[in-house]
């Protein structure tokens, strides 16, 4: 009995310690101000809230003015027909930014931004495993052969939050992943590989050792059976910490907070929510909130979620706080 008490002791006492050092640590990091605020831009996601994805993205760019876009390239959407490569409509996402003087990150894999996370053709989901893996590499090879040279492309994302067991995904392959990532390393050495993580929910030790660029998810208000609305209970300070803490285990690179809270979340799809239901997770004032807690966290870059539920409230709903809300960040703000 008294050894097990010692051993609980000895815990509770490394616990305690570790907290300390993480307040320290946040001290150590400074309070930056935002520097690049940018959004994350889905046309699966904008088709959704019945927009065509093409007035969506015009929008964006020549209303909004956003001049940093992290733009998903869908297997689904690239390879809808086996052996078949359909680039048209990333080809317009990527010239229409550059013509607008914006910079992209390619986010590519079988996991990649909005539900259901993975993305793979219908044709390709009765296949075994290791053939989905192999077909994943060629459509990886055809993407980044086809956008290297671009002159606007800051990034290659690989994969999103991998480790983070999130969405209808076949169990994370670790070495399958590190075949990806050194994949696009050989095909492009030029531009340096994003890999995601949680904010809330995950270490961030192994997906920074395997990065170039680290980033972060970082929301406040999240919808979760049987519980409902759950805010994070996470000052700003938990970030500073855990950067110190992620630069110190996996070493100095650059991180950003690539997905920041900029929709409402609830127990179904937004078109189906009445507006209380939305402001329930997100609002105006939820949203201004969500910015000053952000422009406190040590970060800063940071790539909004949600501009397409911006743009169908603005023009179905004739509610555009948000979108003018957007647009005094990216209007006001230094960029890169």
């Known amino acids: 009995m008294k050894k097990r008490f010692q051993i609980v002791r000895f815990f509770v006492l490394l616990i305690f310690l570790s907290i300390l050092v993480l307040v320290y640590m946040a001290g150590l ?41 992290r733009l998903p390239v869908y297997w689904r959407l690239v390879e809808a027909r086996r052996g078949t490569y359909d680039f048209r409509d990333l080809d317009y996402q990527v010239e229409r930014a550059e013509e607008e003087g914006a910079e992209v990150i390619l986010a590519v894999g079988r996991k990649v931004p909005r539900w259901p996370e993975c993305h793979e053709p219908e044709w390709a989901k009765s296949l075994p495993r290791s ?3 192999d077909l994943i590499k060629k459509y990886i090879t055809a993407t980044v052969e086809r956008y290297k040279d671009s002159p606007n492309l ?3 994302q690989v994969e999103n939050e991998p480790f983070l067991p999130f969405g209808i995904c076949p169990p ?37 050792r395997r990065s170039d660029v680290f980033g972060t998810t970082m929301y406040r ?52 929510m009445t507006q209380s239901e939305q402001e329930m997770s997100f609002s105006p004032e939820k949203f201004e909130g969500i910015i000053e807690y952000a422009s406190k966290t040590g970060f800063d870059e940071f790539y909004l979620w949600g501009v397409e539920y911006w743009y169908w409230l ?20 230094p960029q890169k």
């Open 172 to 208: 994370l392959n670790v070495e399958f992943l590190e075949e990806e990532i050194a994949l696009v390393k050989i095909l492009d050495s030029s531009h340096p590989v994003l890999v995601t993580d949680s904010g809330e929910l995950s270490l961030w030790f192994r997906a920074a």
């Open 221 to 272: 208000i999240i919808y979760k059976e049987p519980f409902g609305h759950v805010t994070y209970p996470l000052p700003p300070g938990f970030f500073r910490a855990k950067h110190k803490l992620t630069q110190w285990v996996a070493g100095e690179r650059p991180m950003v907070v690539i997905e920041l809270q900029g929709e409402s979340w609830g127990p179904k799809p937004i078109p189906q």
């Open 154 to 156: 800051l990034y290659w």
């Open 29 to 69: 990091t400074p309070i930056l101000e935002p520097r690049v605020w940018g959004v994350t831009y889905s046309q699966s996601s904008m088709e959704d809230f019945g927009i065509p994805w093409k007035e969506g993205y015009e929008a964006m760019l020549t209303d909004l003015g956003v001049k940093q876009i």
């Open 131 to 133: 053939e989905q893996e």
């Open 314 to 333: 603005k023009t179905k709903h004739d509610r555009p706080e948000n979108w003018e809300i957007a647009r005094g960040l990216f209007t006001s703000s």
